[in-house]
Structures are given as structure tokens and as C-alpha cells.
């Protein structure tokens, strides 16, 4: 029999105008209708779209419960829904899924936790499609990283630099953060020889752990790129996405450009960033480098991330913290001062000191 749900909860509540989240210790607990499930929050990651989120370039004049990358147990299952278990852990994909399972930008702004009550609470709402199983095994805390940071990571390097298994490609991963060195095992275990780039001595140090050939500094790589025979990879997945990073991912996939049989080098920027890049369509034209994009992922792109967990391929870096600590967690994410994954765990408690 299922525990008794309260009528209110603690939640890490989003307010227009404020540059925190407030935490409420009432926040009323939702009835799961036609179609929903009411999940008992297990774990929930901390996302640089939070630190987005609340700064200057996102004005929001919503109220809402912040935190998108949830896992969480059926505490209700409203009518109609079918083949959810209660007792079984859940990925929440933060989008209701549309037929072609693409995410779009208004979509984006729709989902749980970056416009709909979210994760960093002791429930959630979510629509029934929107659940996904996570195998037997992987606890909530590392699953919470398959709900959005491994589904983005396996989307950039699975579809769209089009990275396999038994590849032989040469790929940089920029940026060895909480995305950045999930990509890294991702290429590693398909059998790409992976190299990174970070300016955090602790970062590089974990890539080389994570397999990585070599780990550069800032100038170690701008003096590599610049040798008169320069250092190159096939692939560049940028998670930093800066005017610097981007002048570096061109100069590491400059193909021969007197080559026609060379295929296109790729630039995948993944991080999420204000800034405008520098981009003259000539100088990609002639070393033939091919820049794309990615944001988020698929339903099955989210199954294969969870996968990946199950067999132990990916093997993410996870910090939690108690609710009360998740405005510290994105500050300490703003100030680039986290490496791995910080996860919100709602039942943890906040130790005083």
C-alpha cells in the first residue's frame, strides 16, 4: 500500500525578479489528473541552464518550481494511466514528447523545471509519456544525470557528430565539466582516441582518469595549434561555446584544404552561452569544417543514456546535496567551482555547522 501523500511540501521556488531560488517549506503538492503521475522526488541534477535561467539573459515573469533532470517513485497515478508501476524508479524526460521527438526552444520553455513546477522539491507533476523506466541497479543519484546531462552528452556525440562504435576519429572534448566528461567516456568507449581541454588543473586531471590521451591547458593547446604542423582532431564537442573555445575548435579541425578526399571535420557546440561567436563562412568553406548544434535529446536518446549507465560505460562524477544547499550548488556551478555532477537529494538533510 502506498505511503500517505501531505498536502504540502518544501520546494525551491523561482520568484520574477530575484536571482534566487526560495525555499518553501508549504508549497502545495499537486493531484495528479487524467493522463499524470505525482513522482516522490528521489534525485534531481543541477543544470547550467539554472544558472541561465537566473541571470540576466532569461526575464522570467513566471512562478515555478526550478529543476529539470528528475527521477522520482509514483507516489499517485492519476485515470488513464497505464504500464506505470508504483515501487519502480523513473527518468522524467523534461518535455512531453512529440511524435518526431525533437526539442525546440518554446518547448524548452515549457518544461518541467525551466517553466513547469520542477525536481527541486519533494514532488513532482509530469505527464505519464514523459516517464522512463531506469534499469535495476543504478541508483537515483547517478540516474538523475541520464535525465538530461548524459542525454544531451549522447546526442551530441551519437547523432550529431555521428560518432560509432569501432570508430578511429581523433575527438576533442572542450570543456571537462558535468557534460563535458560524460562525452569523454561516451568517445572513449565507441573507440575514438579522446583528447581535452580545460583551464581547471582538477578537470584535465579527471580526463586523463577518464581515458583521455592528453588533457591541455589554455596555452599548452594554443601553442599545440599553432606548430607548424598543427595539433588536429576530426571532432571538436565544445561544452564551453566562447569566442575563445570557438577560435580554438577551428584552428584543431583545420582539414587539408588541398585535399578533396578529406572528410568534413566537425564543431559541435553543445554548452549553452550568450556570447557571440566569431564566424567567417570562408574559412570554413576552405578547411571544409562543418559547425553544428545540439541542445537536449530524444526519448530514445534518453533510454540509450540510461543504458549506458546499465552497463557501466559511463560512469558519471556525483555530489548531493541536501534542497536547502541547491542555491549554493548553482552558484558554485556559475563560478565554474564544480567537477562532475551536483544532485539535489530532497530527503538529505542540512547539516549547520
Not at 571537462?176 to 580545460?198: E, M, N, P, R
Request: hydrophobic share 45%.
Amino acid at each position: 500500500m502506498p505511503a500517505q501523500v501531505p498536502t504540502t511540501m518544501r520546494a525551491a521556488v523561482y520568484r520574477p525578479g530575484h536571482f534566487n531560488l526560495a525555499i518553501e517549506n508549504n508549497f502545495p503538492v499537486p493531484e495528479p489528473g487524467p493522463g499524470q503521475v505525482l513522482l516522490k522526488v528521489a534525485a534531481c541534477g543541477v543544470c547550467h541552464s539554472d544558472v541561465l535561467w537566473l541571470t540576466n539573459a532569461m526575464i522570467d515573469d513566471r512562478t515555478y518550481i526550478f529543476g529539470h533532470e528528475v527521477v522520482g517513485y509514483p507516489a499517485k497515478i492519476g485515470p488513464d494511466v497505464k504500464g506505470i508501476r508504483e515501487g519502480r524508479l523513473y527518468s522524467v524526460h523534461a518535455i512531453t514528447p512529440c511524435v518526431q521527438g525533437t526539442v525546440a526552444l518554446p518547448l524548452i520553455e515549457q518544461a518541467v523545471g525551466l517553466g513547469r513546477n520542477g525536481g527541486y522539491a519533494e514532488y513532482v507533476l509530469v505527464e505519464a509519456p514523459q516517464l522512463i523506466p531506469v534499469p535495476d541497479g543504478i541508483s537515483p543519484e547517478v540516474a538523475s544525470v541520464a535525465a538530461d546531462a548524459l542525454t544531451t552528452a549522447f546526442n551530441a556525440v551519437h547523432n550529431i557528430a555521428g560518432i560509432r562504435p569501432g570508430t578511429n576519429k581523433r575527438v576533442l572534448i572542450y570543456g571537462v565539466g558535468g557534460l563535458g566528461h560524460l562525452a569523454l567516456q561516451i568517445a572513449k568507449s565507441y573507440g575514438a582516441t579522446v583528447f581535452a581541454v580545460d583551464y581547471r588543473r582538477v578537470a584535465r586531471e579527471l580526463a586523463v582518469k577518464l581515458g583521455a590521451e592528453r588533457a591541455f591547458s589554455l596555452s599548452e593547446i594554443t601553442s599545440e595549434t599553432s606548430k607548424a604542423v598543427p595539433f588536429t582532431v576530426d571532432v571538436v564537442i565544445d561544452f564551453v561555446v566562447n569566442e575563445q573555445s570557438f577560435t580554438l575548435d577551428k584552428a584543431m579541425t583545420r582539414a587539408n584544404a588541398d585535399s578533396f578526399t578529406t572528410s568534413p571535420s566537425k564543431i559541435v557546440l553543445t554548452g549553452a552561452s550568450a556570447e557571440n561567436l566569431p564566424l567567417n563562412s570562408s574559412e570554413l568553406i576552405t578547411y571544409k569544417t562543418h559547425v553544428l548544434s545540439t541542445c537536449y535529446g530524444s526519448v530514445d536518446d534518453m533510454k540509450s543514456a540510461l543504458q549506458l549507465l546499465a552497463s557501466g560505460a559511463v560512469k558519471p562524477v556525483v555530489h548531493t546535496v541536501p534542497l536547502e544547499a541547491v542555491d549554493q550548488a548553482i552558484n558554485d556551478l556559475r563560478a565554474s567551482a564544480i567537477v562532475g555532477r551536483r544532485v539535489v537529494v530532497p530527503q538529505l538533510k542540512q547539516h549547520h555547522s
